[in-house]
């Protein structure tokens, strides 16, 4: 079965809300980094597209759903104008790693073409532009991001340890 999962929220962007204008967010001192992202692009099959660095912010540039190629394909179908796209993880060190976003999207985190379930899953703080975060415990390995379903054409990502 894929596990994966999606939340659409309905997330205050701290450059265009009012009610966060005078607000300084608690980030997380591990999502410290977040408001400094790399621009990266993403692929359209696995195996494509930029490898994300643990700890490091980025903005990534995503692609049309109707050109990806996800194998295994997301257990939720995407809008057909929505936008996605692959990464790679690599990761040294078992543990718990956070998946953060900058908006809505479906993760599928894979490993050999399979799943990985996640084992947690929260908000970001209120107006620091973080939309999502999930966990995910992982061992050594190279894992592949398919992002899915965004309503963008980029979105932030970072992976940090938990």
């Known amino acids: 079965m894929l596990t994966a999962l999606l939340l659409m929220l309905a ?24 408001s400094q992202q790399t621009p990266v692009t993403a692929g359209t099959k696995s195996g494509d597209g930029a490898t994300l660095s643990i700890g490091q912010a980025t903005n990534v540039s995503l692609h049309r759903g109707s050109t990806l190629t996800l194998s295994p ?3 939720k179908a995407a809008a057909a104008d929505s936008y996605g796209g692959t990464l790679t993880l690599s990761v040294a060190q078992a543990g718990t790693y956070r998946v953060a976003l900058g908006g809505g999207a ?3 985190l894979l490993l050999g073409g399979k799943a990985i379930a ?22 050594a390995g190279t894992y592949v991001i ?10 932030a990502a970072m992976v940090v340890k938990a």
């Open 11 to 34: 997330v205050q962007d701290p450059a265009t809300d009012a009610a966060c204008t005078n607000v300084r967010p608690a980030i997380p001192a591990a999502l410290s980094g977040w």
């Open 73 to 75: 394909a997301p257990a």
């Open 106 to 108: 479906w993760i599928d």
């Open 118 to 139: 996640s084992v947690a899953h929260d908000h970001g703080p209120k107006c620091s532009g973080i939309a999502k975060i999930v966990d995910f415990k992982l061992d």
């Open 146 to 155: 398919q992002l899915s379903g965004a309503k963008s054409n980029a979105i």
